[in-house]
Nanobody, 121 residues
Framework: QVDLEESGGGLAQVGDSLRLSCAAS????????MGWFRQPPGSEREFVAS????????FYSQSVKGRFTISRDNAKNMMYLQMNNLTPLDTAVYFC??????????????WGQGTQVTVSS
């Protein structure tokens, strides 16, 4: 069973916008919170943004704050990441994550397979 599936990645130019989508299974969508991580080439996976179950609270890494917006549509079991003013530093594989109990370090969390975002100058 695929619990999380990302889409919307691709090639962008500096300053462009992209919107990533994450389709969640009902059990993944029932998690305490959801979010996005990314892994730049040759680097560790890093936190990008998170959103609570009701969508009322969001949190962003400093590197994307003010440029990226996380949202979710619980009626459709979907989560989104609107990425604006992209830079080459945003180049990474982006992963959708469901935090079962609200902790980013929980080994039971659900992870998607990732979608590649490449920003060229």
């Amino acid at each position: 069973q695929v619990d999380l599936e990302e889409s919307g990645g691709g090639l962008a130019q500096v300053g462009d916008s992209l919107r990533l989508s994450c389709a969640a299974s009902p059990r993944a969508a029932a998690s305490a919170s959801m979010g996005w991580f990314r892994q730049p080439p040759g680097s560790e996976r890093e936190f990008v943004a998170s959103i609570n179950k009701s969508g009322t609270n969001t949190f962003y890494s400093q590197s994307v704050k003010g440029r990226f917006t996380i949202s979710r549509d619980n009626a459709k079991n979907m989560m989104y990441l609107q990425m604006n003013n992209l830079t080459p530093l945003d180049t990474a594989v982006y992963f959708c994550v469901a935090f079962i109990r609200g902790s980013i370090v929980d080994t039971d969390n659900y992870w998607g397979q990732g979608t590649q975002v490449t920003v060229s100058s």
